[in-house]
């Protein structure tokens, strides 16, 4: 059974930085493509970037050049180190995968604020 906890998130000025972290259990994380996805406040869920089990990356539009997803195989982690946060990235951010199975974790929540 795969299991997928966040960490990293917390309040932050506009052009700041944070990098949250989607810590894996179970079985197989190296072979599985993991993603993230953000909730704003009232709004639905939606892509923000993918690293696939060969290492190569996908990022929706509005993150790209400001976000960078890497994983450790190592630590069975994936990362994301998300640069000039703006007020609209404010969301509950989750890790997901759906590879053998669809996973998400409780998400972790990054307010980004003045």
């Known amino acids: 059974q795969v299991q997928l906890v966040e960490s990293g998130g917390g309040l932050v000025q506009p052009g700041g930085s944070l990098r949250l972290s989607c810590a894996f259990s179970g079985r197989g994380f190296r072979l599985y493509a993991m993603s993230w996805y953000r909730q704003p406040p009232g709004k639905q869920r939606e892509f923000v970037a993918q690293?696939?089990?060969?290492?190569?990356?996908t990022y929706a539009t509005s993150v790209k050049g400001r976000f960078t997803i890497s994983r450790d195989n190592a630590k069975n982690t994936v990362y994301l180190q998300m640069n000039s946060l703006k007020p609209e990235d404010a969301a509950v951010y989750y890790c997901?995968?759906?590879?053998?199975?669809?996973?998400w974790g409780k998400g972790t929540l990054v307010t980004v604020s003045s």
């Open positions: 690293v696939a089990n060969s290492g190569s990356t």
């Open positions: 997901h995968t759906s590879d053998a199975g669809t996973y």
